[in-house]
């Protein structure tokens, strides 16, 4: 009788279970029934942004922003502001009276800075805003943008151009400074010495006083440790690039001891400079140089096809030449656009422009 009675008490228990289950969610939906407010609040979603259509801005105001008074640069010394940065952004101010520098294209990609104007991180965005690139003449301030990030390396446009097979080098922008050679001069006129710089392209020469032979040697110092810097950076951002490492190592304590054992003069660069100088210019250097290498090939092949990286869209651009070597020449953020016919016909002609 005891066994009868246990085991018709545990066959009984699953039943009171869900009785009991039965009975809370009734009472959970009556709460709720009551309160009708707390129900539509976990309901409630937030609303996804609108996409749009295309790239092509009606005009350059955004109406997130109220308009300020560009500021003339009127100082008697230092370095003028770069002309290129006066047109591709502008100056603006919040309702709340912020005053902030926004892209020319701000009312599509919505970027702005902290006054005043920094060079670097401007022309970085440039090269990659489609919706600066699509307004009337934008693909030549992208282009211009271009080319001054890629005027701060020089040698690295001429190493890729024979990588990629020139027989004739292309300079960065023929407006810009000529090299100059340094040489010594080691003749002494009363107790002066000093050094002659000649520029070739000019004929221009003039001297840089010293103190006996020091000051030669210290210019040749500082001139092959720059060199020195500039050919670590690129060999850096070429390793950290192409493996896929993540800046934040460089902030690491124990890659700067790995970097400090080669018992160098090296000094590593920061965060922020790797990802707003290192890198864009880098990056610019590279575009400038596919483009003089295309400029030379015929019968190219133009492919396209869209793609997703974790939560970002992107569409992409292949070029490639008879000699099967391609080329990516563009890469853009698809996120809030619609991939439709229309603006495929954006991408390419921009592209082929």
Request: glycine share 6%; net charge positive; proline share 5%.
């Amino acid at each position: 009788m005891q066994n009868s009675e246990s085991d018709d008490a545990i066959a009984a228990r699953p039943e009171i279970t869900k009785n009991t289950r039965k009975e809370a969610s009734s009472s959970t939906q009556a709460t709720e029934s009551e309160n009708p407010a707390t129900s539509q609040k976990k309901k409630k979603k937030k609303p996804h942004a609108k996409k749009l259509d295309t790239k092509v801005l009606s005009s350059t105001h955004d109406d997130d922003y109220l308009s300020s008074d560009e500021v003339s640069d009127s100082r008697d010394g230092g370095r003028k502001t770069l002309p290129l940065l006066l047109k591709v952004s502008k100056y603006c101010r919040t309702t709340d009276g912020t005053k902030l520098v926004r892209c020319l294209g701000s009312a599509g990609c919505g970027k702005t800075w902290v006054r005043p104007r920094d060079k670097t991180r401007i022309l970085k965005h440039v090269m990659t805003c489609g919706y600066v690139a699509n307004l009337p003449g934008g693909s030549l301030l992208v282009q211009e943008a271009i080319k001054a990030m890629a005027i701060k390396n020089p040698g690295l446009l001429d190493e890729l151009t024979r990588r990629m097979g020139h027989e004739k080098r292309r300079h960065v922008d023929e407006s810009a400074e000529p090299c100059k050679r340094i040489k010594i001069d080691l003749s002494r006129q009363g107790n002066t010495s000093g050094m002659a710089i000649a520029n070739q392209t000019e004929g221009l020469t003039y001297k840089v006083p010293g103190n006996g032979q020091d000051a030669p040697i210290n210019i040749y110092k500082t001139e092959g440790r720059r060199a020195m810097e500039q050919e670590a950076n690129n060999a850096l951002v070429e390793f950290l690039v192409g493996c896929g490492i993540p800046p934040n190592v460089l902030s690491g304590p124990a890659f700067g001891r790995f970097v400090a054992a080669f018992k160098t003069k090296y000094s590593l660069p920061s965060r922020s400079k790797f990802e707003d100088a290192l890198v864009p210019a880098y990056a610019a250097t590279i575009r400038l140089a596919i483009q003089n290498h295309l400029k030379t090939c015929r019968n190219l092949n133009i492919s396209f096809d869209g793609g997703k990286l974790v939560k970002k869209k992107f569409f992409s651009v292949h070029v490639t030449t008879p000699e099967y070597q391609s080329f990516c020449l563009e890469l853009d953020d698809v996120a809030l656009l619609s991939q439709t016919g229309e603006y495929l016909h954006e991408l390419l002609q921009k592209v082929c422009s």
